[in-house]
């Protein structure tokens, strides 16, 4: 017998035809440390987040669940050449958006829920990349990453044909050519922002307050002010330009987002339905809706509450009057202070504790999930932002992030600007993750902050007789080789 015989922890030994040979291996090479087992433990559930939305989607279909808001969005896409005022009263980026699935996949349910998939599994993967350029730390966006593919609430939705669906990916992709333009800060970066921006807003317009307070942030702290400023007002007038042209030759209004004033309505009435009739040359529509949030009971078990809305408002409009009739009947109901607290009691309730509608049917598994998980969000929310307050000489380049979340509390929760439900509440839970990792970065640097402070106490200066004696610290005496050295004496 013929043995090689090496150091036990740098090779392997191998049994070869009656002989023993050792595999030498690089040192470290068997070695599986904390961090190792933690990123293995990240792709696991990212892995598991990948097989549900491809699970859920092959099971529900969203081309087998045409109804209601589904419907709606379905038949705009594909009857590009409507008119009808609904059509314009939706964005018309998600109309762009089904048009397209529609004529890659002819309606084939197989090839929707190809591209379904597609869409659900790169989201949580354009969040990683917001996360990658925001947070130092790659383990800590690599838990975004996870945490947002286990997210119920963005996989339920990707069972239905609903704004959200592109909202979600579009609205990671802004955030992350956002903070790509903040460490480039070069033109290039900032006009990408800038039309990524307008997408989100085009599908929905949640995302214009978020791109006015992004893009002013930054204008404000880069160079090329006047370059900016210039270029971004040229492509978002070759953007904007046309749908400007096209919603005021079909609905006499400039409206390029989608016609707002019909929402707007709705919420400042106070009523539980609304009918509205619109006439155009002769030609008549005629639209009676109420709100999911309406029947809903958001607090149940704990309590029957629902929203204290009651009536119906009702507005004939003239289309090509323009706004003379829409603010006839919006002077119908003037908003005092004591209907605005009653409306944002409302609305706060929908948002913050209202199950997310249609994405909560409770007798698929992943869906009920969805509906109980409803409860973490409004502590969930309160908790991050009274922690960013309280860190927020220390949070640098992420102010910008926690500034997003105020916006959100204030434009969608405060403001009536439309009647909530819980499905608004989508975009921003995306938000309170990756914000939960910013705190948790900003909390860790505290403590190594605080360590090195102890680590670093001074020597303590002691006068004697004349003369000061500058001692070493039990600190620095420990790093101190083992023989003593002698004080120094600085002449007073």
Known sequence: MKLDFFKRDQGALLSRGGDLALIVLPQGTLHIDRRWLLYAGLYLLIALGIWLRIDHILTYNPINFIWSDPQRHWEQGTETLRTDPMTLTDPVMYQLYIGMLAKLTLGEPLLIAFYTVLLACVTPWIWYRFARELLPSRLLATAVWAG???????????????QETLLLPLLGAALYASWRCRRKQTLASFLLMVVLWATAGLTRGIAIPFAAVVTTWLWLVQPQKIAKAGYSLLVLGLIMGPLVYRSYSA???????????????????GKRDIHISYDRNGARWVYWFASPAMDAKPLAPLSDWSANREGVVKADIDITNGSEDWD??????????????????????????????????????????????RWLW????????????????????????????????????????????????KPVEGLLLVQAAVLVGAMRRRRADDA?????????????????????SPVSQALEPVESKPQHHVPV
């Open 148 to 162: 947002i593919s286990l997210l119920p609430s963005w996989i339920a939705i990707y069972g239905y044909f609903m």
């Open 251 to 269: 609905m006499h209004l400039v409206a390029p987002h989608g016609i707002g004033k019909l929402n707007e309505l709705y919420a400042r009435s």
């Open 328 to 373: 006839a009947v919006m002077a119908e109901y003037p908003l005092t202070f004591a209907r605005y607290l009653q409306l944002t009691g409302d609305n706060l309730v929908n948002l913050f504790f209202g199950s997310s509608w249609p994405d909560n049917n409770q007798a698929r598994w992943l869906e009920a999930v969805n509906h109980h998980t």
């Open 378 to 425: 409004a502590p969930t929310t309160v908790l991050l932002m009274l922690v960013a307050l309280l860190y927020w000489r220390r949070l640098g380049g992420t102010r910008l992030l926690s500034a997003l979340l105020f916006t959100w509390v204030l434009v969608q929760g405060l403001l009536p600007i439309s009647v909530n439900e819980g499905r608004y509440r």
């Open 452 to 472: 090195a402070a102890v680590d670093t106490v001074s020597p303590e200066v002691v006068e004697q007789g004349g003369t000061v004696v500058v001692e070493p």
